[in-house]
């Protein structure tokens, strides 16, 4: 299997502009997880999905992020308006609800760049 | 408020000494708990688990240590070594429930 498949890999944008994070989960995985990593406060889940529905998005900043999953093999993370203060890296990750360990899968991860 | 903390941000250690990776939480329904292994430029990857039924798992020369009444847990590397250069996050969820709480890592140097 491919893994978790995120693009793009960088992206660099000023204040301001809409971003749009991509994300492929692991085939056949029912949960689909959005996360932020800062220095300062670590890995923050940010949002997730269970069989495409969102079922906790208590993490999301605020109204300028949003996440969808139109459907089983691909998620989006959008921020807009993006500011300096989202600069940081987002991790897509995936797993089964039967999963022997309850431990999730990550993609690669997006560095976004707010100037 | 961060329920789970790793309050070593790096930690240097000689190749083939242990390495001793900390973390604590504070929500005692907490009831499960895995460690990460990332690397740069990659993704956290899954390294061991452990429940609150046990106190001490093991996989190879890795083992993680549960106090349940101190709401801490650790990880041992023996014997470190070089390619265990990485970052190591803590995470902690009640069991059955997907959601997990981070801790900030911890940056390990195996210097050779």
């Known amino acids: 299997d491919a893994g978790v498949i995120q693009s793009p890999r960088h992206e660099v944008t000023e204040m301001g502009q809409e971003v749009t994070l991509r994300c492929k989960p692991i085939s056949g995985h029912d949960y689909l997880f959005w996360y932020r990593q800062t220095m300062m406060r670590g890995l923050e889940l940010l949002i997730y999905f269970n069989n495409n529905v969102p079922i906790d998005d208590s993490g999301m900043p605020e109204d300028r992020f949003s996440a969808k999953m139109p459907n089983a093999s691909f998620s989006t993370l959008k921020i807009q308006p993006s500011e300096p203060r989202d600069s940081a890296v987002y991790f897509c990750a995936s797993n089964s609800g039967t999963s022997t360990y309850n431990e999730q899968f990550f993609g690669p991860g997006t560095r976004l760049t707010v100037l | ?112």
């Not at chain 2, 990776?21 to 460690?35: E, G």
């Not at chain 2, 106090?67 to 390619?83: E, R």
């Open chain 2, 1 to 112: 408020d961060q329920q789970v903390k790793q309050n070593s941000p790096s930690l240097s250690v000689q190749e083939g000494r242990i390495s001793i990776l900390n973390c604590d939480y504070t929500n005692s329904m907490f009831d499960y708990f895995l460690w990460y292994k990332k690397y740069p430029a990659e993704g956290p990857t899954f390294l061991i688990s452990i429940s609150s039924i046990k106190d001490k798992n093991e996989d190879g020369r890795f083992t993680v240590f549960l106090n349940k009444s101190a709401k801490h847990l650790s990880l041992h590397i023996v014997p470190s070594q070089p390619g265990d250069s990485a970052v190591y996050f803590c995470a902690a969820s009640v069991y059955n429930f997907n959601k997990f709480y981070f801790g900030s890592g911890t940056k390990l140097n195996v210097k050779p």
